[in-house]
């Protein structure tokens, strides 16, 4: 892997796990200073900082984009990335469940960018990359909240790329089919016939299989990167043809 983000400095929310670990991951390899703000930052490897951060708290977002500031002096990248799951119809969640998720998924966004313009506006190479999927994009069974704050990181993503456009600051996101995470194993594991479960996730996919982490992160890394200096307002799907494809029956 190029070193071509040597000398920047990124901020990847929900980077202990799954889909942000493997982006910290491919930000390190490109040669960025990597920063992980995650509830439970214990397992980040060496190499990267490990911050504790809960994105639906305003306090705890300041005073991790303070740190940032006091140790690394920049802030050049911005990956929102933490976000929580929620299943069921329209009709199945309640406020409460509602506000939580939403609080996480679209708030959280929110307070981590405005927490970190200050930072960017100062950076030749500004990029905030958020997270959002393919549940933005195609009506899927038994996610009506989820679906709902993920269309909102898709229209955020949109709005915030138009405001900051003048500041030098690129906003994109990626919608990721079904990745292959810890998140996903979970949800297996709730299910009455993991196996048959699993093969009916692959099958959603036109490619057959599950997304991998490190096929997302690939596409965070170029949106991030100054590479793609001319892109901003956009998403990238990494779903496997699951949004664009319709193929006839075998
Ligand atoms: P994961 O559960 O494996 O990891 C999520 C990480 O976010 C964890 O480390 C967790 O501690 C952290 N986190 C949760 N709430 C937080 C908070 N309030 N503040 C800070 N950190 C918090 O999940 P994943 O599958 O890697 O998903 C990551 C992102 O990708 C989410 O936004 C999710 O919606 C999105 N996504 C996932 C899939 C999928 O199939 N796995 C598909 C499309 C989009």
């Known amino acids: ?103 996480v998924n679209v708030i959280g966004i929110a307070r981590m960018s405005r927490a970190t313009l200050p930072l960017l506006r100062a950076s030749h190479a500004a990029a905030i990359v958020n997270v959002s999927s393919i549940a933005a994009t195609a009506g899927l069974p038994q996610r009506a909240l989820y679906s709902a704050t993920k269309g909102g990181v898709l229209s955020l993503t949109r709005a915030m790329a138009a405001d900051l456009v003048r500041d030098g600051i690129r906003v994109n996101c990626v919608n990721p089919g079904t990745v292959d995470t810890p998140w996903v194993g979970r949800l297996l594991d709730q299910s009455s016939d993991s196996a048959a479960e699993r093969a009916a996730l692959c099958a959603r996919q036109p490619h057959g299989r599950l997304v991998t982490a490190d096929e997302v992160a690939a596409a965070v890394g170029y949106l991030a990167s100054p590479t793609s200096g001319s892109t901003t307002g956009t998403s990238i799907a990494v779903d496997g043809g699951m949004q664009g494809l319709r193929l006839r029956p075998e």
């Open 1 to 103: 892997m190029s070193a071509d983000m040597k000398g920047l400095v990124a901020a990847v929310t929900g980077g202990a796990s799954g889909i942000g670990a493997a982006i910290a991951r491919e930000l390190q390899g490109r040669g960025c200073t990597v920063f992980v703000l995650d509830l439970n930052p214990e397992s980040v490897p060496g190499g990267q900082t490990g911050l504790v951060c809960d994105v639906s708290d305003d306090d705890s977002v300041q005073a991790a984009v303070a740190e940032i500031a006091s140790t690394a002096g920049q802030l050049d990248i911005v990956v929102n990335n933490a976000g929580i799951g929620a299943v069921g119809t329209v009709a199945d969640n309640s406020d409460d469940e509602w506000h939580r998720v939403w609080d």
